[in-house]
């Protein structure tokens, strides 16, 4: 089993929204960077956000101002809120944190 678990995916009309969800098996507050990645058919795994362990984000420009990266630490969890969603946000998004590595990811899929 994964360390990380990843939930919250699932088929929007464009300009809907979502939340995603991370779920670690063991404590994440040791971990500096916390992040989310995506995969769309056929293309590389791309970076969409970063959260360090004091709060500090970073952003992927394509998403800044539209999806908002969070962490709760005393719940082991990390989220990604997705708002203004277009088609091209449609992928596989996968979460992420130092040893311990990554999830089986969430399908989103927005239709148009």
């Known amino acids: 089993q994964g360390q990380l678990v990843e939930s919250g995916g699932g088929l929007v009309e464009a300009g809907g929204s979502l939340r995603l969800s991370c779920t670690a098996s063991?404590?994440?507050?040791?971990?500096?960077?916390m992040s989310w990645h995506r995969q769309a058919p056929g293309k590389q795994r791309e970076f969409v956000a970063l959260i360090t362990s004091i709060g500090v984000t970073n952003y992927v420009g394509s998403v800044k101002g539209r999806f908002t990266i969070s962490r709760d630490n005393p719940k082991n969890t990390v989220y990604l809120q997705m708002n203004s969603l277009t088609p091209e946000d449609t992928a596989v998004y996968y979460c992420s944190g130092g040893q311990l590595g990554w999830g089986q990811g969430t399908q989103v899929t927005v239709s148009s």
């Open positions: 063991r404590s994440i507050a040791s971990i500096n960077i």
